[in-house]
């Protein structure tokens, strides 16, 4: 269940990831538990899953592929601060992937069936001492489940399930309370032709 401003607590759905999705968690890369790399995480599971690289290709082989200015930059802020959306587009195409930004931002997007989507959301994190804290972080939704209205994810931070499954309602309502300022954010990723 989400807590009342709208943070998603992950792996407390009661539906299960469906068989095809398994596959995926030993595929989720994962970031380090005091870093801002969720983003970029997010994109070298995606490029893996849809074989834009091998299943074994890390986030240094991007980032030795972008043009030296893009490298310093989004070098310096992985540690502290994450990636913009030019950083995404960047890393992105050095992983064979387009990206695709909507002009809308109606939640509905995230059930077109075949898109993977990374979605910035308010996320609650519960850290193995127990202590708990609320934070933006990127997800890579992957599915959405009809019958359950539950949407399927990778989570690339080590302290979540590598895969899982959330209502719809409750991710909706993350994604709309992790915004600063402005609609929320999310994008499509694709395999470039």
């Not at 759905?13 to 380090?32: F, I, K, M, N, T």
Request: charged content about 20%; aromatic content about 10%; some cysteine.
């Amino acid at each position: 269940m989400s807590d009342p401003k709208g943070a998603l607590r992950p792996g407390q759905s009661s539906v299960a990831v469906p068989p095809r999705w398994g596959a995926l968690r030993a595929r989720v890369s994962q970031q380090g538990e005091d870093d801002y790399a969720c983003g970029l995480h997010c994109i070298v599971t995606a490029a893996r899953h849809l074989g834009a690289i091998p299943g074994t290709a890390g986030p240094q082989r991007f980032l030795t592929a972008l043009a030296p200015r893009d490298a310093t930059r989004i070098e310096a802020r992985l540690p502290a601060v994450g990636l913009f959306e030019r950083d995404i587009r960047a890393l992105a195409a050095a992983a064979g992937l387009g990206v695709y930004r909507p002009n809308t931002h109606d939640a509905g997007q995230f059930k077109e069936p075949g898109w993977l989507w990374i979605a910035f959301v308010l996320m609650r994190f519960t850290a193995p001492n127990g202590s708990e804290s609320d934070e933006r972080h990127y997800l890579l939704v992957l599915d959405y489940l009809a019958g359950d209205r539950a949407l399927v994810v990778a989570d690339p931070h080590p302290w979540n399930p590598r895969v899982y499954c959330v209502a719809f309602q409750e991710f909706e309502s993350a994604w709309r309370a992790a915004k600063a300022r402005g609609p929320p954010w999310a994008v499509a990723l694709y395999r470039s032709p």
